[in-house]
């Protein structure tokens, strides 16, 4: 929060990050899940555990997809693994 009122002091900047709608959040969840080329099942719990970690986190942003992303798609790699094996 300081770092937000130091811009508006020095420069007179407002930075303003709006919250995604929850399908253009969605959609953001499965754009960086098709890049990490990680399985989409869209009829799975991709839907619900991506929403469940928006809410976790309280905010629908390009940045709690991208996390989201991260770690479900070290989820599915792990299990992978653990099957492989």
């Not at 770092?3 to 007179?12: H, N, P, T, V």
């Not at 929850?22 to 619900?48: A, F, M």
């Not at 770690?71 to 693994?81: A, I, M, P, V």
């Amino acid at each position: 929060m300081e770092e937000k009122i130091s811009l508006s002091d020095r420069f007179g900047l407002w930075l303003a990050f709006h919250p995604f709608s929850q399908d253009d959040y969605l959609q953001v969840v499965r754009y960086w899940l098709g890049k990490l080329e990680t399985p989409i099942d869209d009829g799975g719990p991709i839907r619900e555990k991506a929403l469940r970690w928006a809410l976790k986190r309280g905010s629908r942003s390009g940045r709690a997809a991208w996390h989201f992303a991260k770690d479900w798609s070290g989820k599915c790699r792990l299990e992978y693994t653990a099957t492989v094996d």
